[in-house]
């Protein structure tokens, strides 16, 4: 199974900071790697797929890069309903596994 | 609108079975593939078994291999995930979710339930 690794585990930021969390994996996915936000006792949300691709509906200050194995969710300007857990997720090989989780505070 | 609603949740014994089941509508479920996805408490996320949209591939996790089987009734837009022999370890909120595929080759979840809670206690 591709392993993913998450950094960091948890951050705390301002309303208006810009905030990067990174997903690194095991081996090269190409850029088949997916970012979801979930907030406390709901659903995860898909934000980005294929690594810089914003679901629709997503807000523009979401943004994703990388390929290979190093990749990036950008949040340019977090807002107070962005405060979340966010979660990496591989589709380049069953099972599709997922990051630990990156949680942004206040 | 697409609607994606579980049920089947419950309290159960070690060793016991509980059968989930997600209702899909608002889209046509028989051309996606599915998936059931699981959130231990204050754990992460852990994808235990997807099906493609005709039934013929199936995969599970090492962690429900041969105890968990999944499957899908396409005429009534209905997945189901029988859980056998479970253990502590299997209490979580278990999420179904759609799977879309994007440029024929890679995919990504872009519907889940509200999730259904089993809990695996004596």
């Known amino acids: 199974d591709i392993q993913m690794t998450q950094s960091p585990s948890s951050l705390s930021a301002s309303v208006g900071d810009r905030v990067t969390i990174t997903c690194r994996t095991s081996q090269s996915i190409n850029n088949y790697l997916n970012w979801y936000q979930q907030k406390p006792g709901k659903a995860p949300k898909l934000l980005i797929f294929a690594a810089s691709n914003l679901q629709s509906g997503v807000p523009s200050r979401f943004g994703g890069s990388g390929s290979g194995t190093d990749f990036t969710l950008t949040i340019s300007s977090l807002q107070p309903e962005d405060f979340a857990t966010y979660y990496c997720?591989?589709?380049?090989?069953?099972?599709?596994?997922f990051g630990g989780g990156t949680k942004v505070e206040i | 609108e697409v609607h994606l609603v579980e049920s089947g949740g419950d309290l159960v014994k070690p060793g016991g079975s509980l059968r989930l089941s997600c209702t899909a509508s608002?889209?046509?479920?028989?051309?996606?593939?599915m998936n059931w996805v699981r959130q231990a408490p204050g754990k992460g996320l852990e994808c235990v078994s997807s099906?493609?949209?005709?039934?013929?591939?199936?995969d599970y996790a090492d962690s429900v291999k041969g105890r968990f089987t999944i499957s899908r009734d396409n005429a009534k837009n209905s997945l189901s995930l029988q859980m056998n022999s479970l253990t502590a370890e299997d209490t979580a909120v278990y999420y179904c979710?759609?799977?879309?595929?994007?440029?024929?080759?890679?995919?990504?979840?872009?519907?889940w339930g509200q999730g259904i809670l089993v809990t695996v206690s004596s």
């Open positions: 997720q591989q589709s380049y090989s069953t099972p599709l596994t």
């Open positions: 099906i493609t949209s005709s039934g013929r591939y199936i």
């Open positions: 979710a759609r799977e879309s595929i994007w440029d024929l080759r890679t995919s990504y979840f872009d519907y």
């Open positions: 608002g889209f046509n479920f028989s051309n996606y593939s």
